[in-house]
């Protein structure tokens, strides 16, 4: 089983970039398809972004097309999403998500069965 531990949000202006970091443990994330969604306060879980575990697909929710990438590096074990041109929109807690069962690419959440925490990302205007 792969643990999950999300890094690198924070408190940013609009405009701003962050990266944030995903490293696995416990198995390897070659093996995984992979997502990132978030959670705005008082909001039902969004998809953000997906890297299927094969030929390299991804996946992204309109709102960030174009602003934000998904990547992963299987030497480090962790999955990436580079956010840029934030907007005060795109706060919330950022989670990711892993699953070895799903053979293409998915952007709902009960597709994955392995969370992380979440990280915090704000957004100011």
């Known amino acids: 089983q792969v643990q999950l531990v999300e890094s690198g949000g924070g408190l940013v202006q609009a405009g701003d970039s962050l990266r944030l970091s995903c490293h696995a443990s416990?198995?390897?994330?070659?093996?995984?398809?992979m997502a990132w969604f978030r959670q705005a306060l008082g909001k039902e879980r969004e998809f953000v972004a997906a890297?299927?575990?094969?030929?390299?697909?991804?996946l992204y929710a309109d709102s960030v097309k174009g602003r934000f990438t998904i990547s992963r590096d299987n030497g480090e074990n962790t999955l990436y999403l580079q956010m840029n041109s934030l907007k005060p929109g795109d706060t919330a807690v950022y989670s990711c998500?892993?699953?070895?069962?799903?053979?293409?690419?998915?952007?709902?959440?009960?597709?994955?069965?392995?969370w992380g925490r979440g990280t915090q990302v704000t957004v100011s205007s």
């Open positions: 890297s299927g575990r094969i030929g390299g697909r991804t």
């Open positions: 416990g198995r390897s994330i070659g093996s995984y398809s």
């Open positions: 998500a892993a699953t070895m069962t799903l053979v293409g690419i998915s952007s709902r959440p009960e597709s994955y069965d392995t």
